[in-house]
């Protein structure tokens, strides 16, 4: 199995900044995807951010210039650079892995997301 574990959410105000961690653990053989969704209240999750083991990205138009992915791989672990937040980023992130080959199996690829950490922007 394989865990995904968030940190470094919180409470920051307008034009702030944080960055989120997510630690991928288990019996990782490979991870294709990694990325970052998030939910508002009252609204469907939505993608964020993601990063191939390659390191391409992809970004939501929302957070392009105020976002920045990246990952390392030897630690499975992507990260999210948030700047000038804004009120309408309160949401949970969550983590996401994609792609995902474990070291039981490494012919199959799983899916997996992470519990999600609550990120507040206001005054």
């Known amino acids: 199995q394989v865990q995904l574990v968030e940190s470094g959410g919180g409470l920051v105000q307008p034009g702030g900044s944080l960055r989120l961690s997510c630690a991928a653990s288990?019996?990782?053989?490979?991870?294709?995807?990694m990325g970052w969704y998030r939910q508002a209240p009252g609204k469907q999750r939505e993608l964020v951010a993601t990063?191939?083991?390659?390191?391409?990205?992809n970004y939501a138009d929302s957070v392009k210039g105020r976002f920045t992915i990246s990952r390392d791989n030897a630690k499975n672990t992507v990260y999210l650079q948030m700047n000038s937040l804004k009120p309408e980023d309160t949401a949970v992130y969550f983590c996401?892995?994609?792609?995902?080959?474990?070291?039981?199996?490494?012919?199959?690829?799983?899916?997996?997301w992470g519990q999600g950490t609550q990120v507040t922007v206001s005054k």
């Open positions: 288990g019996s990782i053989y490979s991870i294709y995807v």
């Open positions: 996401n892995a994609d792609g995902v080959r474990t070291t039981v199996n490494p012919a199959l690829t799983y899916q997996y």
């Open positions: 990063i191939t083991s390659g390191g391409s990205t």
